[in-house]
């Protein structure tokens, strides 16, 4: 721990857990050949769309049979009209470890209502018990939870013979994690993640099983316009060569492609994750020195390379009642902020007090390391 104000500060100090960080070199010049005041259903628009979804697909690896949409509502509409559509037939299995997992709990059990519901949970910071998990229900998920900075370690608890559908939440793991695809019958995320892309539009992409589920089943409840993928029990298959069901932002879709064609420019996903893993060693470098503060996930084999969670260890601040270990978590976030050290590194509010700072793709490892000599001035000031 030092009280010596830090002499280098990281050169963007873009630490935020969504909007992520843009990728490095960035500018508004990258939109330029936006397609704008066009419709996005014109030959331009659509091939944007179109564009978009392909280099998705080649990048991620996503199989040739799986179909991937842009939809409304980021990753949130993604995730719900996949549960909206599916859910119903089987059983199903809810994850939750923390806060979004929660999320998608509240759907599926209160406003849903699906009595033949399991909610595996965790507390923050654990996994829960993966193998408790039956193949022949839907298995909804997260791949990284966001807020806890705790994801699975792989896929093999998933069954490669499964009757049920696996829907799993990989905002903040796509383009930073290897997704085995064939374990994984709906995906979604968002653009504004680990690319550092635009808010607003969410990636649904979609296994055959997902799709003849869809075909074969006709949910009890109304369905919203922005969430229906089939018309007279068949799929819409325009939706997912870039007709969108409504309208994008096409400004958003310049921006996305711009990431992709940077994440294509370095190396894809090799390069990509090897990028957040090394952002994960900086940190985890820092925190084997720091007697003040550790890592929320307790395994290592489930510590997240992009939201990456931090507790406070030292009796001090473990001493005090949970408001103030709040407020002084806070206040190691304002002062970093004020200084220009840190932006948003608070840790999420239904979260245990302490700091996230995101390690995904775009965020440059000297500005973690330059960053790691800040945060023990910081805890200092708020210790004093
Ligand atoms: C795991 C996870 N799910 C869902 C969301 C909600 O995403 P969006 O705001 O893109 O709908 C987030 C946002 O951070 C997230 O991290």
Redesign the pocket.
Known sequence: MTGNRPAVRPARPFFS??PCAKRPGWTPEALKDACLGRSHRSKPGKAKLKAAIDRTRAILGVPADYRIAIVA?????A?EMALWSLLGPRPVDVLAWES?GEDWVTDVAKQLKLKDTRIIKSAYGELPDLKQTDPSHDIVF?W???TSGVRVPDGDWIADDRDGLTIC?A??AAYAMDLPWPKLDVVTF?W?KVLGGE?GH?MLILSPRAVARLESYNPPWPMAKTSRLTKDGKIVEGIFEGETINTPSMLCVEDYLDALKWAERIGGIPALTERADANLRALATWVKRSDWADFLATDPKTRSNTSVCLKIVDPWFTALAKDAQGAAASKIASLLEKEGVALDIGGYRAAPPGLRIWCGATVETSDIEALTPWLDWAFAQVKQ
């Open positions: 857990s969504g509502g980021s990753d949130t509409g995730v979004f997260l990284n939870g966001t939440d905002t903040s968002s504004q808010g969410g």
